[in-house]
């Protein structure tokens, strides 16, 4: 699962409004906060495919004091929306891959901590080491 930093943004007489500021050009709307938060995750995933699809590299979202000072954002509300990114793409391939048993046990307890599963956990630090080190 990432979190993904959201300003919502909403006018009187309009939706809400949601921005993506780690997702350029990602943008959601929805009539009611739940709904427009919801409706966010779902644009998230279709944005992640686009990039996936275009063989680029995810983005890290960063935290949100790192978005404060852009005034785009100034007169918006910030929120995070959480998406299971392992779940993206498509198709899932099962890998082999060999751990220490201690550094599987340390793996395995902070999953579980985390209300996430191995394979998730290992699908976020791979996108968050090519983020940084491939490009």
């Known amino acids: ?18 921005t993506v500021p780690d997702l350029p050009g990602c943008f959601s709307a929805g009539d009611t ?16 495919e ?21 005034p785009d954002y100034s007169d918006g509300i910030w929120d995070s929306v959480r998406v299971d990114i392992s779940t993206i793409s498509g198709n899932s391939k099962p890998i082999e891959v060999i751990f220490p048993e201690k550094i599987l046990s340390q793996l395995d307890r902070y999953a579980k901590k985390q209300g996430e599963n191995r394979s998730s956990l290992l699908v976020q630090a791979t996108v968050e080491y090519l983020s940084v080190h491939a490009q």
């Open 50 to 70: 686009g990039l996936l699809m275009d063989d680029e590299f995810l983005p890290i979202p960063q935290a949100i004091e790192k978005h404060y000072q852009n």
């Open 1 to 18: 699962m990432m979190n993904f930093p959201v300003v919502v943004h909403k006018d009187s007489d309009s939706a809400y409004g949601v």
């Open 33 to 48: 906060l739940d709904e427009a938060l919801e409706n966010t995750k779902e644009a998230i995933a279709c944005h992640i």
